[in-house]
């Protein structure tokens, strides 16, 4: 069984920087996307990232520029380097993962719906 494990969240200063960290172990299958997505209070849950294993990557609208995915593929670890951070950034961060390949012809299946596995998610807090 594959377990998914986020660390990095906390609160901090609008205009400042959080970087999430989250690891794939176990499982038989190599993970084959990753993918970070958020949950702010009474809002429902949306996209911040994906990254495939062949560095395929697409960003939620929201994003513009203020965030950087990346991939370690030989420790199943993806980063989410987030600076310019605002109030409304304010959410639990979710990791998750899956066999598949999420990106395709047509472009990226987006859905939380495409990943088998998830952590338990961080909070980040933006606050003065």
């Known amino acids: 069984q594959v377990q998914v494990v986020e660390s990095g969240g906390g609160l901090v200063e609008p205009g400042g920087s959080l970087t999430l960290s989250c690891a794939a172990s176990?499982?038989?299958?190599?993970?084959?996307?990753m993918g970070w997505y958020r949950q702010g209070p009474g809002k429902q849950r949306e996209l911040v990232a994906v990254?495939?294993?062949?560095?395929?990557?697409k960003y939620g609208d929201f994003v513009k520029g203020r965030f950087t995915i990346s991939r370690d593929n030989a420790k199943n670890t993806v980063y989410l380097q987030m600076s310019s951070l605002k109030p409304e950034d304010t959410a639990v961060y979710y990791c998750?993962?899956?066999?598949?390949?999420?990106?395709?012809?047509?472009?990226?299946?987006?859905?939380?719906?495409?990943?088998?596995?998830w952590g338990q998610g961080t909070q980040v807090t933006v606050s003065s």
């Open positions: 176990g499982g038989r299958f190599a993970i084959k996307s």
């Open positions: 990254v495939t294993s062949g560095g395929s990557w």
């Open positions: 998750a993962a899956t066999k598949r390949n999420l990106y395709g012809s047509s472009g990226f299946l987006t859905s939380y719906y495409e990943y088998e596995y």
